[in-house]
């Protein structure tokens, strides 16, 4: 689906960004109350924690339909925009080494790639030359890439940012938008979609290039993220799944935000100590 670009054509949905306290206790997931970080109208989305674990980048579009990169300070539950450009800017990841990020720009002739900004949003850099239209990303090390490639279907393909010229070799078809680093690994896992099977989550081993399936994927489920200790972590509806790969079995339900007011469930983002869970979702009652 191509996403990012239809949102140039109508309103994105409305969503807030919340954050709870996590806590990881005999490999069991607890969460405290979320907490409403950005809280306005409009569309707040795409977290991704900072490695200070008190603040994260996220995609904000205002009245103007533009938009830009804001940084979230958790506990003052502020926010200062980042990026204030022409184009758009999508999907923030910090940069594997330094103190900047990387973004899916949408450029002025609609053309969505790679690129990067130093942490004040200054600097502004293609990242990858040839690779397009892409949708999503993650850095599967210091310098491989992994891309979701809009097509029909949307593909999966790794690439190298010393490379910037270079194709991408396609490494799945018709995938989820979700990828994901593996705490600890040079490693990212995706959705697989299957329309006999389902979807599972998968992962890609950056040393090896090998794809190995994970677990099924849940009904409804997009957007998986990993706990520091390996945890997997999605959302359906309301509710908040665990699945741990040292245990393995099915996933588990262990929350459900309905009476805090959230519904919708999407993004997740999980702090790098592992004590912030931040979740994209509609409110009850906006």
Not at 32 to 48: H, K, L, M
Not at 81 to 99: C, F, I, K, Q
Not at 163 to 171: D, I, N
Not at 244 to 267: C, I, K, M
Request: glycine share 8%.
């Amino acid at each position: 689906m191509l996403w990012i670009a239809l949102l140039a054509l109508q309103a994105p949905p409305a969503t807030d960004i919340y954050v709870a306290e996590l806590r990881v206790a005999n490999r069991r997931v607890s969460v405290g109350a979320p907490v409403n970080v950005t809280a306005r109208p409009g569309y707040d989305n795409q977290p991704f924690f900072l490695r200070d674990g008190r603040s994260f980048l996220y995609t904000s579009v205002h009245e103007d339909g533009q938009a830009d990169i804001y940084r979230c300070d958790v506990d003052r539950k502020t926010s200062v925009r980042v990026t204030a450009t022409p184009e758009s800017e999508y999907s923030a990841t910090p940069l594997p080494e330094g103190d900047g990020f990387s973004v899916v720009r949408v450029e002025p002739d609609s053309t969505q790639r790679l690129w990067a900004f130093n942490a004040d949003g200054s600097q502004p850099r293609l990242v990858l030359d040839s690779i397009k239209p892409v949708g999503y990303h993650a850095w599967g090390n210091e310098h491989t890439l992994l891309l979701f490639v809009l097509g029909s279907p949307a593909t999966l393909q790794v690439a190298d940012a010393r490379a910037p010229a270079a194709r991408g070799e396609v490494l799945a078809r018709d995938i989820g938008r979700s990828l994901q680093r593996i705490p600890g690994r040079e490693a990212v896992s995706f959705v697989q979609r299957d329309s006999v099977a389902g979807a599972s989550l998968q992962e890609f081993d950056v040393r090896t290039h090998r794809v190995a399936k994970l677990v099924h994927a849940p009904a409804g489920a997009d957007f998986f993220v990993s706990t520091p200790t390996g945890i997997v972590l999605t959302a359906s509806g309301t509710k908040l799944y665990q699945w741990d790969p040292q245990r393995g079995g099915d996933w588990e339900s262990v929350a459900d935000f309905a009476a805090a007011g959230l519904t919708n469930l999407t993004r997740l983002a999980v702090s790098p100590k592992g004590d912030r869970l931040a979740i994209v979702a509609v409110p009850a009652n906006p």
